[in-house]
């Protein structure tokens, strides 16, 4: 019962994603992101949403601005359209993801892959646990450099971060070996 309904919405993200990559008109778009955006609504923790979307918006106002700028073979018109159409693509795309990973687990999501060897899911496993682990101590660097009165050097953010993910990595790969595992 529970792969079935992991596996439904996975096939829902699929076919909204689908949707709103291959049906161009605005309006569609747009009522799909205002639809997607008040499913946040209902989410207890809803600080946390708009602080994943801060930077999502400032993408989508970027892309409209790429086109604005760089885009000179079309009217401005159609340039602001276009460049419109591509960022509520990107914005609505990574709304459905950040719902569909919040309303369902890793562990149902190494469920549904559960047709893959056992390598492969130990992989898909160690992926989703480092994920998150990587954002947390990517913000922990940043407020270590901040304190020391860094401001946005992605240099001085990603060498720690690289390092922390390696070790981490390294200390993972001993655990499993020292338990055994083997396919």
Known sequence: MKKTVVFGKT??????STLTLYYPQPVFLTGLFLLSSAAFLFFPDRQLIF???????????????????FNRTVPISDRLLLGY?????????????LIYTTIT???????????????????????????PSILREAEEIQMVQKARGMRN?????????????????ETLSYSIISRGYEE
């Not at 602080?51 to 700028?69: A, K, M, S, T």
């Open 85 to 97: 159409v591509a960022a509520i693509r990107l914005l609505i795309i990574s709304l459905l993801v």
């Open 153 to 169: 050097n992605p240099v001085a953010v990603t060498i720690p971060l690289l390092h922390r993910v390696f070790a981490r990595a």
């Open 11 to 16: 096939i829902l993200l699929i076919i909204i």
């Open 105 to 131: 687990s890793f562990s149902d999501l190494i469920l549904l892959f559960d047709f893959f060897p056992r390598s492969v899911q130990l992989l898909l496993a160690m992926t989703f646990y480092l994920i």
């Open 51 to 69: 602080y994943r979307l801060r930077p999502l918006l400032i993408v989508g106002i970027l892309v409209i601005l790429f086109q604005l700028f």
